[in-house]
């Protein structure tokens, strides 16, 4: 069974950081693109916020580029989000993904950010 499972969230300031993790079991993540996803309050849909390549290429949404940062370690299986600068609009619900079908979803971790 596959499983993704999200971790780091919390509540922090405005201007904070935080560093999400995210854990495969089940199936290797070396073999497929990962992003991760926001789902802001009230929104139905998450929203695509970066994504990384098998081989380690990111790519980020505009409005968090210079702030976020994707990465991914395949030995630990693990892909990982810093998150810097943080603003409210941050706010939000976060997934990680295969990408970029999403074939596999974690259950998200929180995150607040306050202003």
């Known amino acids: 069974q596959v499983q993704l499972v999200e971790s780091g969230g919390g509540l922090v300031q405005a201007g904070g950081s935080l560093r999400l993790s995210c854990t495969g079991y089940?199936?290797?993540?070396?073999?497929?693109?990962m992003a991760w996803y926001r789902q802001a309050p009230g929104k139905q849909e998450p929203d695509l916020v970066a994504?990384?390549?098998?081989?380690?290429?990111?790519n980020y949404v505009d409005s968090v580029k210079g702030r976020f940062t994707i990465s991914r370690d395949d030995d630990r299986n693990m892909v990982f989000l810093q998150m810097d600068s943080l603003k409210s609009e941050d706010t939000g619900v976060y997934y990680c993904?295969?990408?970029?079908?999403?074939?596999?979803w974690g259950r998200g971790t929180q995150v607040t950010v306050s202003s």
């Open positions: 993904s295969s990408y970029p079908v999403r074939s596999y």
């Open positions: 089940g199936t290797s993540l070396y073999f497929h693109d």
């Open positions: 994504s990384i390549t098998s081989d380690g290429s990111p």
